[in-house]
Structure formats: C-alpha cells, structure tokens
C-alpha cells in the first residue's frame, strides 16, 4: 500500500531534550515536507526536501533540523524542544506532477512541557 | 503575502442535506491549484477534490463538487446529500507553480452532521 509513515503517533516530552520524529514514504516520491498544525493557524511548511540531500527552509524553520540522506525517510529533528513547538506534526510527500497534491502521514501529536 | 480565509470555523447540518463551505484566497500569481482536504477525528488528511486554476469548468467528485470563480479569488466546496461519516475538519490550501510548490492553507471549518 502507497503510504506515508510517520512515528511516533504520540510523544510527550520535556524541554530541553532531544527528539527525532521519522516520516518514510515507499512510493519513491522526489519531494517531502514537514508541516505543523496549530488550531486557528491550519498547517505551516516546516522544512521541504526536493531529493536527496536538498532541503531548504519553509515557513516555520525556527528550532528544527532536517536530513534527506535517501529518497524515502525524511527525519525531523527537533535538538531543545520547547513548549511551543507543542503542535500536531504531518509529514508529507508528493509525485512529480504537483496537482495531485500530497499524501500525508497519520501525524505525530507532540507535547513539550 | 499569500492567504487562504475560511469564514466559518464551524457548522453543522442534518444528515442527507447540503451544505457549502467557503474559501477566498489571495494571490498574484495566475498559476495554482485548488485542493480541499478532509480532517476526520482519526487526524489522516484525505484530499477531497482538486482543481486547476486554468479550467474554467468546476471539479466534482461524487457528492463533492466546487465553485471557483478565479476572478473573485474564491473556492467554496458544496457536500450533497451528506453523511455522517462527513463530520470532520474541512481545509481549503492552494498550491503556487513555483519551485517549492508549497500548500498554502486555511485554518480549517469543522463541520458537524448530525443524525
């Protein structure tokens, strides 16, 4: 099955401490991204990927990294998670034709406190 | 600044009526796509319909079709004979042909069918 997977689902942790939240996608898509969602605000792009060791900053970058070292996993590493960067994580992929939009992973609710 | 507003955070219907939900979005750009995505409790973003800024004529897809009048800048999703398996989060985002090709989104109208 074409999918996006995204771990953990859930993950509560302190500030401070170091996580990594992994996204991989087995449908040899060129281009990944990383959005977050705030009530109010809908989902903000993170950090995008074009291909492999290509990322570049979206809107949000502040306090995250990123790797694209293959194709299919793009990790989202956040090195002193603070509690407002609490947010609902998606990581997504899409084909080379952009119109038919992304297919999204199932989301990683994180909580910094 | 590229914006997508949804004016109604929330609404609600009864099972098997109509329902459109609105969108207005604000762009220079001449070339873009159109999405609607479905947010039901389970979190998954499931993309409801799409639509390219160059076709005139309107998407449909089942029970969900669109109006888009580009020269309004607006793009509202119309839900027929609707289910209770609609209640969910409605995001409305649009795409710029550029090198990022990012999604642009609103913040979203939760819609509640009630039995």
């Known amino acids: 099955e074409a999918q996006v997977t995204q771990n953990p689902r859930y993950l509560i942790t302190v500030t401070g401490k170091k996580l990594t939240v992994t996204c991989s996608q087995n449908m040899n898509h060129e281009y990944m991204s990383w959005y977050r969602q705030d009530p109010g605000l809908g989902l903000r792009q993170i950090y995008y990927?074009?291909?492999?060791?290509?990322?570049d900053k979206g809107d949000v970058p502040e306090g995250y990294k990123v790797s694209r070292k293959e194709k299919r996993n793009f990790p989202l590493i956040l090195e002193s998670p603070s509690p407002n960067q609490t947010s609902l994580y998606f990581c997504a992929s899409r084909r080379d034709r952009p119109n038919y939009g992304y297919t999204f992973g199932s989301g990683t609710r994180l909580t910094v406190v | 600044a590229q914006t997508v507003t949804q004016s109604q955070p929330e609404m609600s219907v009864q099972e098997a009526e109509t329902v459109t939900l609105s969108c207005t979005y604000d762009?220079?750009?001449?070339?873009?796509?159109l999405f609607w995505y479905k947010q039901p409790p389970s979190r998954q973003m499931i993309l409801v319909i799409r639509?390219?800024?160059?076709k005139q004529q309107n998407a449909t897809e089942n029970r969900f079709s669109v109006n888009f009048q580009k020269a309004a800048k607006s793009f509202s999703l119309k839900i027929s004979d609707s289910q209770l398996g609609d209640t969910a989060m409605y995001f409305c985002?649009?795409?710029?042909?550029?090198?990022?090709?990012?999604?642009?989104w609103g913040a979203g109208t939760k819609l509640i069918i009630k039995p």
């Open positions: 990927s074009m291909n492999v060791e290509v990322t």
């Open positions: 639509q390219e800024a160059y």
């Open positions: 985002a649009f795409m710029i042909m550029d090198s990022n090709y990012q999604l642009i």
């Open positions: 762009t220079s750009e001449n070339n873009y796509y």
